[in-house]
């Protein structure tokens, strides 16, 4: 059992956003632009409204609680790619990412929407601070179904140490019984025991002591290394789907992706170098991506 969460970071109190981060945009300084078609508002409205959605959601979960009841019955079965080395622990685990695959952040991205802003970390801890996210469909009955076949449940997320306790009393409100940190430390942020936004470390701490049946998340860095040797520092997305490619045996039967249009490592690699931009050229360059025809 794991027990503890060390923390690395000396968590600040979380004030609300000021006026320069959620502007009144009727109010902007001359000369600041905003977005008049933001380009995440399909997107937040796809999370929000759409029945394709749910149902892809819920078909996902329940794909995955039938793999699960296989991979129990398959002592040689792990889904970590960390893990190798046979016998495989006898107790089982799986794991799973947090944001967009447990918890529904879209009224977060809404309100960026609203507000025509860009993602900025002060906004985003109010909001976490708030522990107002909902659920991903099927998310809740998979856990449980996990945990009634005596499966423990892993959650992963690039959610800082300073955030895990927001994080908890969420998760606890929506549902989500968690074990006492002191006894069995179930989630593992970044920044706690000096992991860094890589998750790869701590799923290779997970799979020490679990066989790892399933692992559930919204991005590619919820399944493999970040830093593979196969792809670039900064991948393009020809290089991720290389890398995605590599592993199609795993993708539906071990590793279950739920469905994330508003951003991720995907977005990331569509700004050339992965480099702060104006918000102008970011937009342009996702432009430039843009495949279309000529009439």
């Not at 600041?32 to 996902?60: M, N, P």
């Not at 909001?127 to 959650?155: C, D, N, R, Y």
């Not at 991720?264 to 430039?288: C, F, M, P, V």
């Amino acid at each position: 059992m794991f027990s503890g969460s060390a923390m690395a970071e000396v968590c600040a109190p979380i004030q609300p956003p000021s006026p320069a981060v959620f502007p009144d945009f009727k109010k902007l300084p001359k000369g600041l632009v905003i977005r008049d078609a933001h380009d995440r508002t399909t997107g937040v409205l796809w999370f929000q409204t759409a029945a394709e959605y749910r149902v892809d959601s819920l078909a996902k979960y329940r794909q995955a609680a039938s793999a699960l009841d296989q991979a129990l019955a398959d002592h040689d079965w792990t889904a970590a790619t960390e893990q190798t080395a046979k016998p495989f622990p006898k107790p089982t685990a799986v794991i799973m990412d947090l944001d967009e695959t447990v918890l529904d952040n879209s009224r977060f991205q809404g309100e960026l929407v609203k507000r025509r802003e860009g993602y900025n970390s002060a906004a985003w801890k109010y909001w976490v601070s708030m522990e107002e996210a909902g659920l991903v469909p099927g998310a809740l009955q998979f856990i449980e179904h996990a945990k009634a076949k005596g499966v423990t449940v892993f959650f992963v997320t690039n959610r800082t140490s300073c955030m895990e306790a927001a994080t908890r009393s969420n998760l606890i409100k929506l549902g989500i019984k968690l074990p006492d940190p002191s006894a069995s430390d179930t989630v593992l942020t970044s920044e706690e025991q000096g992991w860094t936004s890589d998750k790869t470390d701590r799923r290779a701490y997970v799979a020490k002591s679990y066989r790892v049946l399933l692992l559930i998340g919204d991005d590619l860095n919820d399944f493999v290394a970040s830093k593979e040797p196969l792809i670039p520092p900064a991948p393009t997305p020809a290089d991720r789907t290389t890398l995605a490619e590599k592993y199609l045996d795993q993708w539906g039967t071990r590793w279950f992706l739920i469905s994330n249009p508003l951003y991720g490592s995907w977005e990331t690699a569509t700004n050339s170098n992965n480099q702060k931009r104006d918000d102008a050229i970011l937009l342009q360059e996702k432009n430039d991506l843009v495949k279309g025809f000529k009439p």
